[in-house]
């Protein structure tokens, strides 16, 4: 703890100068990490990624966007004419701005535990396998079917039938981490 | 309803980081893979260091070089009955696997699959057998098959199998057995990597033999002894016919020469290994003799007739090759760049006449004292093996192809499509070229052809179309790098030509995993081997980090970390992106480096007499330490002497500008020697650093899983 508290003072300790120099690296850092993860998908090493791995990107930069929400930042950056990819010197500015402001934060845990409960409109503790399919593909922003499969594999306790979500939450909440 | 939109945006989110890690898992693989070709360049280089200015001044040093220069040659016709003796191996009773007779039946195909779903192993008799039936059928064919779907209604592509048994289980079971309804084109590299090549050309051969109109093979770039050596099929050899092996070994060699270059359906599609270059001539590569190119790793030149014989030279240039299949898009690291080159590196001057004299010379001597170290010591009443630069006006047989047609054979088994127009030197893989649309378009115009497919290089789905669709690459290897890194697949087509591929994934424990599961899986074996190499440059990584600690506070930021990293490298890798899975315990965004390089260290093994920079340096060449052992090991007996290792050691540390002294080498190698009879075994000797793989190890926990497949075709894909 003291080693922290040594490293904190120190850092802080930096005067006017140092703040703005501190906020311009934080900003070039911030850039870096946006390029990398753009990086990882831009298979023609050409400085531009096909739309739809875009949301990928997006989420796995920090950010929880809905469908509709993703697509408005899509069409932000895409080109006058789409054509199918997007270049990283429009995406970049966008995202800066993006993590800056902190927009699209991930949902809390338990905020996540009272969505499921609201669909538990039983209260049990469970939601049943036809509950969930039908919530997922015809609510809300429908999952397709491979990405209903996809949850069920994990989230389906196959004995019962059921999706024990508090459970499922817990688990999925130690995978994040 | 609010709810639903909310679980679906989480969940979503969370797949999408599942994805990010394992595009960065393949990322790892593939960098890993480019650095992994630069060692061999480094191969290379060092050959070419040792023509330049080594000038052997012992027996030992000559016999090195004698290795790395001797000629390669098949055997003549009349050596053959008696080398490839098969039928005086007897088969002893208790011998449960197949049983082979000629003429081959279907029914003898069908069973060898059966017996090798059983895990049965082939015996050496039968091994040689069908290896002699095959060389003969395949002497008759001609370079480029030409074949037509109007004989059986549908052909079958598929790609690279290397050695995966249950990927060619798979197909035959999901596609169905090779029969005269149903046609196969397998599109080389069938060996090497896996645990069952012999098997996987066993059963080729087999098929191929019973129904010779319906089933095709075109030579990979691994059909080739001396990538072999290096990628695993030698030792596979050896391993499993510990009398017969090397007869074995000598017998492909003779059949990988006289395998087919390319395939054409209908005079329209053009299936070959790797590639094609601007220079790709149909024309010349029907006519070239396609058995002189042994390997495509050395190029041999005629020599010449005119020169008296002592005058004449052998010029064997050494093409530095990673021939391993690498997945798609070079990295960042641009090999693109750079103007075309010959992919020749090596070319002669006057000075190495004197050292090849010598060599030459000395080696006559050796041959004539004692034939140990060759592999035709079993015949000492018979004419020794000499150099093709001894007064033999008749020795066609060594008479290599020229230049020019070596080139194009090399262009076709090594080259990869690029998504840029032009065409340049592969200097990722060290030969063949880079080719693009352009490329692509002007070839398949001046021969009226449709489209090409190749394989040759790893695809996460198996499969991929470039350059508009004229390029199909298609690869039948699944879970090519770690269990459930990516995905088989072979195509089908029609009269109509249209391709429609089926994809699969053979292993049955993904199929019970969740994607999250199966992405950690990959994941941990890329970071494994990622860590591996982050060890092997532990010193300069100290380096790197101390430059950044300016206050000497042990501590740098993460960002500076990121940026040393790639600094020492040169990976190309997204760093920042993989921060979380490299360092897991940072106070304030800071990391304490030397417990982090500590840690890297801990989890390989540590010989304690070994200084850890020695280990480091062994980590870092170790595939062409590897290599070279299994050069200079010539009989394939996996022992080297002692000598020879030290003499390897010198130049190899010499070139390398390594700094260990003789006399660690010595300690090092007499630690390991076991048996202290002044031999060392290859094996041991790697392992004791684990740089072996735990491959024959593992083996038996592999194949006590059994293997299920599931699978997923798409098809209907048109062409155009």
Known sequence: ILLLHWILVFNAVDGNNGESLQAKAGLLELQKKIKEAFEVFDHEANDTVDVREIGTIIRSLGCCPSEGELHDLIAEVEEEEPTGYIRLEKFLPMMVKVLSERRYRPIPEDLLLQAFEVLDSAKEGFLTKEELVKYMTEEGEPFTEEEMEEMLSAALDPETNTIQYRDYLAMMVIDEN | FKAAVLIQRWYRRYIARLEMRRRCTWTIFQSIEYSGHQDQVKLHDFFSYLVDHFTPSSQNERNFLSCMFAEERL??????????????????????????????????????????KQKKQLHARYVLNILHEARKYLIQLPNINHISTCYSEEITVCGDLHGQLDDLIFIFYKNGLPSPERSYVFNGDFVDRGKHSIEILMILFAFMLVYPKEFHLNRGNHEDHLVNLRYGFTKEVMHKYKVNGKKILKMLQEVFCWLPLATLIDEKVLIIHGGISDKTDLELLEKLERHKIISTMKYTKKPEKKKAAEESRSISAWFPLKSRSVPSSPLRLSPHKGSRSASIPCTFTPDR????????????????????????????????????????????????????????????????????????????????????????????????????????????????????????????????????????????????????????????????????????????????????????????????????????????????????????????????????QLVTHTINNMLEYKSWLNDLAKEQVSHENIQSSLLEVLYRNRSNLETIFRIIDSDHSGLISFDEFRQIWKLFSSHMNVDITDESICDMARSIDFNKDGNIDINEFLEAFRLVEQSYLEDKDSELKGSETNESSCSGQGVH
């Open chain 2, 75 to 116: 055997l003549k016709d009349s050596e053959m009955e008696t080398y490839c003796d098969y039928e005086s191996i007897e088969v002893p009773d208790y011998y449960t696997g197949p049983h082979v007779s000629f003429p081959l039946l279907p029914d003898h195909a069908t069973a060898l699959v059966e017996a090798f």
């Open chain 2, 353 to 580: 006449k004197e050292i090849f004299k010598k060599v030459r010379q000395s080696v006559q001597l050796e041959l004539k004292e004692g034939q140990q170290q060759m592999d035709f010591s079993e015949f000492k009443d018979k004419e020794p093996l000499r150099f093709p630069l001894e007064s033999e006006p008749n020795s066609c047989d060594f008479q290599g192809v020229n230049q020019e047609e070596w080139k194009q054979v090399v262009d076709i088994l090594w080259s990869d499509p690029m998504p840029q127009e032009g065409c340049k030197a592969n200097t990722v893989r060290g030969g063949g070229c880079f080719f693009g649309p352009n490329v692509t378009e002007q070839v398949l115009q001046k021969y009226s052809l449709q489209f090409l497919i190749r394989s040759h290089e790893c695809k996460q789905e198996g499969y991929e179309f470039c350059h508009n669709r004229k390029v199909l690459t298609i690869f039948s290897a699944s879970n090519y790098y770690e269990v459930g890194s990516n995905r088989g697949a072979y195509v089908k087509l029609g009269p109509d030509l249209i391709p429609h591929i089926v994809q699969y994934q053979a292993n049955k424990t993904t199929h019970t995993l969740t994607m999250r599961q199966r992405i950690s899986r990959v994941e941990e074996s890329a970071l494994k081997a990622l860590r591996e190499k982050l060890f092997a440059h532990s010193s300069s990584l100290l380096a790197a980090f101390k430059s950044y600690d300016l206050d000497g506070s042990n501590f740098i930021t993460l960002n500076d970390w990121s940026v040393a990293m790639e600094s020492v490298l040169h990976l190309g890798l997204p760093w920042r992106v993989l921060r979380p």
